[in-house]
């Protein structure tokens, strides 16, 4: 039988207090991993993981924050537009029509 063997763990760069207050943690199995932050894996043609790239270099960062942004701004837009499309809705307000109240009133039992 294998005697157990002690795991070294990589250094966790932030420190004690941001432990503590639970900012990171253990979690499937990637050592001090923030809980802030997921770690996905997207698929995407090649052709448009070379516009994404292209587009990090040019802003001098990375993938993952030029897709983070692309994500935001396209969510930021989609929110703005549903919440426009319902102030539009709101901002004219109409009769239901057929009587509804009346027949509501009408199918009550006497009192």
């Known amino acids: 039988m294998k005697a157990d063997r002690e795991v070294k763990l990589p250094v966790c760069r932030m420190d004690s207090t941001q ?15 923030t809980r802030a932050m997921a770690k996905v ?5 090649d052709d448009l993981l ?6 990090a270099n040019r802003l001098g960062t990375t993938r993952s924050a030029v897709l983070r942004q692309f994500a935001d ?3 930021r837009e989609r929110r703005s537009d549903r919440a426009a499309a319902m102030l539009a809705l709101l901002a004219r307000p109409g009769r239901h029509g057929g009587g ?3 027949h509501v009133k009408a199918g009550r039992p006497a009192a």
């Open 50 to 55: 070379s516009e994404v790239d292209a587009e």
């Open 41 to 45: 894996m997207v698929s995407m043609p």
């Open 100 to 102: 509804a109240a009346e």
């Open 19 to 33: 432990i503590r207050r639970g900012w990171a943690t253990r979690t499937h199995g990637i050592p001090w991993y």
């Open 73 to 75: 701004s396209a969510l």
